[in-house]
């Protein structure tokens, strides 16, 4: 893959960190490029991107292991400055000849460290972070000094100040080490001397040339589903190859209420996509007629999906580029052979994503992004807020939240109570994401699941026997484990009302209480 740009970057060497993202994320914020690479990757591939200076990982190794992976030759002999964190300022010292002591005890947990010099790195005396080793610095490799330490770390910062080599015992890229963003700033800002030049208008500049050299004066087509990778994704092709580019979305019939339209305002009538709507609603119905089982549902929309995709990609006379919004996080996690194992819980069929009997050239302008980045992009480029800001919904749609057979009627009696759900939160200020210090406040993800199941209730003087609307309300930072939203219950009461007040064949509501893990955010 080409790589991202010119720009001076930094490099970070993934030693086997569950936080490697994390200080590409920090560096980031920044506003300086960097790459994650894993730590035996050839010299080659990280030179070229122009790396001012190299972040080593922690990781799970202890430096005197069997094959524990060590620091590349390039990047000792490269002159460059090195921030070692953790293990990756274990593997600096003995690397260097100063001595690891293999104490096999665990320090886990916050702790605070006292600063013993003034230097670049640490921006105050005492600071609290966040330590996670069991091995420790036992001796100095020639040429450092002991920046700071802690009750248990004698050494838990380090520094060659003429070389510019750092190395930190604790975590600074992790939350719980509040200072820790500027501690990796003033590694890439000040020893480095890179420029702050990655902000969101220089990344539109550099994408929109990079893609206009790969396209040329060709056709691109592009998938658009609502969500904002393909959304943005979209926009940043559209500004770059203008009327070359043809935008489809497949309406399922399985969208939310106002979904489709909202669409069309963001990308036809705010930036001039041209946007091919396809109304596959009738085909979607029947194909999903008497299928009740999940990964069925799944599998029979992904089907169709593809199917549409081509005849309308034939139509439009076989265009030989195909947008794709991938994002960073999925090309490090999918070059990351260990962290793939995962057992796969259910199909993310990813409607909008790639046919793969199909042969187009990719066009990935986000390819290099992580998320926040991505909707920053968006902002940049005129798309609404809330499009930007907006929550995940997974590629089949309703389909999987109309539990059971799905049926027109049904569908319907969801969308209601959905947009009721959707509604009220809004009203309350709970429903978008919002940036803030500690993450995200609101909820992450909200929506209605119609249940299977009927029930008795009265209404008026007369028994009902109707069917249940269960609210699904989660808190969390990456969709892999997720909390139930405390709502207020009075909110909780206003929005139970209301669905069985206007939605007709529905007489209970119920809200989910389960956290992720042991059940899955969506019900199927
Ligand atoms: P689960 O239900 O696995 O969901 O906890 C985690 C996140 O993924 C979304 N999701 C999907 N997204 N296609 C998608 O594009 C799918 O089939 C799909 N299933 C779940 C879900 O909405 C949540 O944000």
Same mark, same amino acid.
């Given at each position: 893959?080409?790589?991202?740009?010119?720009?001076?970057?930094?490099?970070?060497?993934d030693?086997?960190?569950?936080?490697a993202?994390?200080?590409?994320?920090r560096?980031r914020?920044?506003?300086v490029?960097?790459?994650?690479?894993p730590?035996?990757?050839?010299?080659?591939?990280v030179f070229a991107?122009n790396p001012k200076?190299?972040?080593?990982?922690?990781?799970?190794?202890s430096?005197?292991a069997?094959?524990?992976p060590?620091?590349?030759n390039?990047?000792?002999h490269?002159g460059l400055?090195?921030?070692g964190i953790c293990?990756g300022?274990?593997?600096?010292?003995?690397?260097? #000849?100063?001595?690891?002591?293999?104490s096999g005890?665990?320090?886990?947990?916050?702790?605070?460290?006292e600063?013993l010099?003034p230097?670049?790195l640490?921006p105050?005396d005492?600071?609290?972070?966040?330590?996670s080793?069991?091995d420790?610095?036992e001796?100095l490799?020639?040429g450092?000094?002991?920046l700071?330490?802690?009750?248990?770390?004698?050494?838990?910062?380090?520094?060659?100040?003429n070389r510019g080599?750092?190395?930190?015992?604790?975590h600074?890229?992790?939350?719980?080490?509040p200072?820790?963003?500027e501690?990796?700033r003033n590694?890439?800002?000040?020893t480095?001397?890179v420029?702050?030049?990655?902000t969101?208008?220089?990344?539109?500049?550099?994408?929109i040339e990079?893609?206009?050299?790969q396209?040329?004066?060709k056709?691109?087509?592009s998938?658009?589903?609502g969500?904002?990778?393909?959304t943005?994704a979209?926009?940043?092709?559209?500004?770059?190859?203008?009327?070359?580019?043809v935008?489809i979305?497949?309406?399922? #019939?399985l969208?939310?209420q106002g979904?489709?339209?909202?669409?069309q305002?963001?990308l036809?009538k705010?930036?001039?996509?041209?946007?091919?709507?396809?109304?596959?609603?009738?085909?979607?119905?029947?194909a999903?007629? #008497?299928?009740?089982?999940?990964?069925?549902?799944r599998?029979?929309i992904?089907e169709?999906f593809i199917?549409?995709f081509?005849?309308y990609?034939?139509?439009l006379?076989?265009?030989?580029?195909?947008?794709?919004g991938?994002?960073?996080p999925d090309?490090?996690e999918?070059?990351a052979?260990?962290?793939?194992k995962a057992?796969r819980?259910?199909?993310?069929?990813?409607v909008?994503?790639l046919p793969e009997?199909?042969?187009f050239?990719l066009?990935?302008?986000l390819r290099?992004?992580?998320k926040d980045?991505? /909707?920053q992009v968006?902002?940049?480029?005129?798309?609404?807020?809330?499009?930007?800001?907006r929550?995940p919904?997974?590629?089949?749609?309703l389909a999987?939240?109309c539990?059971g057979?799905?049926?027109?009627?049904r569908?319907e009696?969801?969308?209601?109570a959905?947009a009721?759900?959707?509604e009220t939160?809004?009203?309350?200020?709970l429903?978008?994401l919002?940036?803030?210090?500690?993450?995200f406040?609101g909820?992450?993800q909200?929506?209605?699941?119609?249940l299977?199941?009927?029930?008795?209730?009265v209404?008026g003087?007369?028994?009902?026997?109707?069917?249940?609307?269960?609210?699904?309300?989660v808190?969390?930072?990456?969709?892999m484990?997720?909390d139930?939203? /405390?709502l207020p219950?009075e909110l909780?009461?206003s929005?139970?009302?209301?669905?069985?007040?206007?939605?007709p064949?529905?007489?209970r509501?119920?809200?989910d209480?389960?956290?992720?893990?042991p059940a899955?955010?969506e019900?199927?």
């Amino acid at each position: 893959m080409e790589p991202m740009n010119s720009l001076d970057s930094i490099a970070i060497l993934d030693f086997g960190s569950q936080y490697a993202q994390l200080i590409a994320r920090r560096v980031r914020e920044a506003h300086v490029y960097c790459e994650l690479f894993p730590w035996d990757a050839p010299g080659e591939q990280v030179f070229a991107i122009n790396p001012k200076g190299f972040i080593l990982s922690g990781g799970p190794a202890s430096v005197y292991a069997p094959g524990a992976p060590q620091i590349p030759n390039y990047v000792l002999h490269s002159g460059l400055p090195i921030l070692g964190i953790c293990y990756g300022m274990q593997a600096l010292t003995h690397a260097l #000849g100063g001595i690891v002591s293999a104490s096999g005890e665990r320090e886990y947990g916050p702790a605070e460290v006292e600063v013993l010099q003034p230097n670049a790195l640490l921006p105050a005396d005492t600071l609290k972070v966040w330590m996670s080793h069991g091995d420790r610095i036992e001796s100095l490799p020639a040429g450092f000094v002991t920046l700071a330490r802690s009750q248990n770390s004698p050494i838990a910062a380090m520094g060659d100040l003429n070389r510019g080599y750092f190395g930190v015992q604790f975590h600074p890229e992790v939350h719980h080490t509040p200072r820790g963003g500027e501690i990796l700033r003033n590694f890439v800002l000040t020893t480095c001397a890179v420029h702050p030049t990655w902000t969101p208008e220089s990344i539109i500049t550099t994408r929109i040339e990079r893609i206009r050299q790969q396209v040329g004066g060709k056709m691109v087509l592009s998938a658009v589903s609502g969500g904002v990778d393909s959304t943005v994704a979209t926009a940043l092709v559209h500004r770059a190859v203008g009327d070359q580019l043809v935008a489809i979305f497949v309406d399922t #019939g399985l969208l939310r209420q106002g979904e489709r339209n909202r669409v069309q305002a963001a990308l036809g009538k705010n930036l001039g996509v041209e946007l091919v709507v396809v109304d596959a609603g009738g085909q979607f119905m029947q194909a999903l007629s #008497g299928v009740t089982d999940p990964e069925h549902k799944r599998a029979v929309i992904g089907e169709l999906f593809i199917r549409i995709f081509e005849e309308y990609a034939r139509q439009l006379g076989d265009p030989e580029f195909l947008v794709q919004g991938t994002i960073y996080p999925d090309v490090v996690e999918s070059s990351a052979p260990d962290r793939n194992k995962a057992e796969r819980i259910k199909t993310h069929h990813n409607v909008g994503g790639l046919p793969e009997t199909m042969q187009f050239k990719l066009v990935e302008p986000l390819r290099y992004l992580f998320k926040d980045e991505v /909707r920053q992009v968006g902002e940049s480029l005129g798309l609404p807020r809330e499009l930007v800001w907006r929550q995940p919904f997974p590629g089949p749609g309703l389909a999987v939240r109309c539990l059971g057979e799905i049926t027109p009627e049904r569908l319907e009696r969801l969308r209601l109570a959905d947009a009721i759900l959707t509604e009220t939160l809004e009203a309350a200020g709970l429903l978008h994401l919002q940036a803030g210090s500690g993450g995200f406040s609101g909820t992450s993800q909200a929506f209605a699941v119609l249940l299977p199941v009927q029930s008795v209730g009265v209404m008026g003087d007369s028994r009902t026997y109707q069917e249940v609307v269960a609210i699904r309300a989660v808190t969390t930072d990456d969709f892999m484990t997720a909390d139930w939203a /405390r709502l207020p219950y009075e909110l909780l009461a206003s929005i139970s009302n209301r669905i069985v007040n206007e939605v007709p064949g529905v007489n209970r509501v119920v809200y989910d209480i389960t956290s992720k893990p042991p059940a899955t955010i969506e019900w199927e």
